[in-house]
C-alpha cells in the first residue's frame, strides 16, 4: 500500500472515531418525581429536584457525552438488563440482584428513610411496626409502583407474603397487591379513594405531596417502621454498555461533587 493510501486511510478512520464520539451519547434516564426529579411544565424538560441538581453537577464535571430521557422506570431497568445501548438509571438502590447486569458508580446522596402512607385513624395499623408486621396481612393492600425497588428487608418480604418482585413482571399480575404505573401522587391519592392501604414512600417524597395537595394533608398520615434503615442510599446504574471508564470518569466526579456519605 503506498503513503498515500495509507494517510487516506488513517483521515478516515480518524473522521469515524470523531464521528463515533459524536455519537456515542448516555441516555440518562429518569422520572418526573418530585422532589427528586423535577420537569418544567411548559418545556418538559428536566430542571429542578434534589436528584437533578447532584446528577446534573457531577455529569457535567466528569465530561461525557450525555443526554436526559424521561422514561418510565419499569424501560429503564430493562434498557440497563438488554444491555443494547450505553443507558444509566441515576438514582437507584443497589442490590446483588441489580448487579449482575448493571454496572454501578459510587453512592450519590442519600434520601430519607422510608414510611408507610396510610388513611388517618386506620386502626389496623395501630401495632403494625415492623414491614414484616404490614406486609404479612393479607388483608392489607399495598399500592406498587410497578418497576420500584426498595431496600432489600422490604423486597424479600414483598417477595414472600405477596409474591411480588421486580425481577419477575409476572408475579406482579396477583391478588395481594395493587400494582400501578401511576406517579406518586395519584398513589396517594388511590389511598384516599380506599383503591388499596398503603404505599411505602421516602419520608421527604410523603411530605412534598402533603404540601402540594390538601386532601393529602388532610386525610393521609404516615407511620414510621421500626426496621426501615435511617437513610436511603442512591448511585448511577449503567448498562455494561456504558463501560467502566465512563463509570470512572463519573466517579471522580462523584468523589469531587459529593460530601462524604
Known amino acids: ?36 426529579f423535577i420537569e418544567n411544565p411548559i418545556t418538559h424538560k428536566l430542571t429542578e429536584g434534589i436528584g437533578f441538581e447532584i446528577i446534573d453537577k457531577i455529569l457535567k464535571e466528569s465530561k461525557i457525552n450525555f443526554v436526559y430521557e424521561n422514561k418510565p422506570l419499569v424501560r429503564s431497568l ?14 437507584a438502590y443497589k442490590s446483588k440482584e441489580r ?6 458508580s459510587l453512592p450519590i ?41 426498595h431496600e432489600k428487608a422490604l423486597s424479600d418480604l414483598l417477595e414472600k407474603y405477596k409474591n411480588y418482585s421486580i425481577y419477575n413482571l409476572e408475579k406482579e399480575k396477583n391478588n395481594k397487591i395493587i ?7 395519584v398513589m396517594l391519592l388511590k389511598i384516599i379513594k380506599k383503591e388499596g392501604d398503603n404505599a411505602f414512600f421516602t419520608l421527604n417524597e410523603f411530605e412534598y405531596y402533603q404540601n402540594k395537595n390538601k386532601d393529602i394533608k388532610m386525610y393521609l398520615e404516615y407511620k414510621e417502621i421500626t426496621d426501615s434503615k435511617n437513610e436511603v442510599i442512591r448511585h448511577f446504574m449503567c448498562s455494561k454498555k456504558v463501560g467502566i471508564e465512563i463509570i470512572n470518569k463519573i466517579n471522580l466526579a462523584i468523589k469531587k461533587e459529593v460530601k462524604s456519605l
Not at 448487579?99 to 454501578?104: C, D, H, I, S, V
Not at 430519607?112 to 395499623?125: C, T, V, Y
Not at 400494582?179 to 401522587?185: G, I, K, V, Y
Open 78 to 91: 430493562l434498557d440497563i438488563k438488554e444491555n443494547k445501548y450505553p443507558s444509566c438509571y441515576p438514582y
Open 179 to 185: 400494582s400501578t404505573s401511576s406517579d406518586q401522587e
Open 1 to 36: 500500500m503506498s503513503i498515500k493510501n495509507i494517510i487516506t486511510l488513517i483521515i478516515a478512520l480518524t473522521k469515524i472515531t470523531f464521528a463515533y464520539c459524536e455519537d456515542f451519547k448516555i441516555s440518562i434516564q429518569y422520572q418526573n418525581r418530585p422532589p427528586f
Open 99 to 104: 448487579e449482575k447486569n448493571a454496572l454501578f
Open 109 to 149: 446522596q442519600k434520601t430519607s428513610k422510608l414510611i408507610l402512607a396510610i388513611r388517618k385513624n386506620d386502626l389496623r395499623f395501630k401495632n403494625l411496626n415492623t414491614f414484616k408486621d404490614v406486609i404479612s396481612k393479607n388483608e392489607l393492600y399495598p399500592i406498587i409502583k410497578i418497576g420500584y425497588n
